[in-house]
């Protein structure tokens, strides 16, 4: 199976970070290059720009992608669907004018010009509002356009909101909410190996922002341990066979906690008798 990773960018690192951590190693030294295995020796990683991997998903180059929702939309195979959320490169697409113009609604752009990069989500959202608007394609810096009378507004990327910013630009309406997204051809999406990958992919994100709590705990005291800990289907409680820990009367318990909870359950757990506890990361949750 052939998984299409952008090449570069502000998406190539996480990305190659989430394969990673989802046990997909590249082995070969992926820069600069087309192609590159990873550790399962059924997975191949295809790098392409953000913007053409759907067509290379679609054409059977590949048979998953990971890019931009926004480039998806743009590229609308038809054929590709999405699979998961991956929870990075989140930002909006926007239509915007100059913060000192006239443009102040979807309707005030009829007749008008609006420069983009997405020229076929832009046709999409005016001709669904009924707004006949001439849309003119450029390949970057489409928030110059406006300045140099190339279009009265623009269709863009918004995330911080500093380049519109820094350009004078106000948003005028939210075209698309957009994050990466694993997206796979149709007729492949139902492979085991595709789901293999799904899975893998989503216990990564399902670990995020999680940390796995280890303590030595007295046994007459587990229900207000199990009461401290908020943990995903409650502590897992293991009696120590031999050593000490059995002549104390303490039992090991394991549990999964968010992040932000650790600081407090500590604490609680401290005073309900608990001791040597040790906080990890996870990697992965599979669940
Ligand atoms: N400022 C941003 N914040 C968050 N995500 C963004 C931002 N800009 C772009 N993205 C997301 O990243 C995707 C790729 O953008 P990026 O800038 O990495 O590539 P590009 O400029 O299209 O690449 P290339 O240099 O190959 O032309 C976009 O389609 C969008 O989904
Ligand atoms: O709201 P902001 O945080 O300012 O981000 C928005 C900018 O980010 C992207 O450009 P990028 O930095 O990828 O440069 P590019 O034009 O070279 O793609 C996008 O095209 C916007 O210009
Ligand atoms: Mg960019």
Redesign the pocket.
Known sequence: MRIAVPNK??LHDPAMELLEHAGLHAVDGADRKLYADTVDPDVTLLFARAADIPEYVSDGAADVGITGLDQVREADPGNVSDLLDLEFGQ?RLVLAAPEDGDIESVADVAGKTVAT?FPNVAEQYFEDRDVEVDVVEVS????LTPHVEMADAII???????????NRLAIVDEVLSSSVRLFARDDVADDEKVQQVVMALQSVLSADGKRYLMMNAPEDRLAEVRDVIPGLGGPTVMNVESGENEEDGMVAVHAVVDERDVFETINELKSVGATGILVTEIERLVE
Not at 140 to 143: M, P, Q, S, V
Not at 156 to 166: A, E, N, R
Request: glycine share 16%.
């Open positions: 960018g502000r930002c990069e970057g810096a489409t928030e863009d990327i918004t995330s911080t909101g500093t380049t519109l910013k820094v």
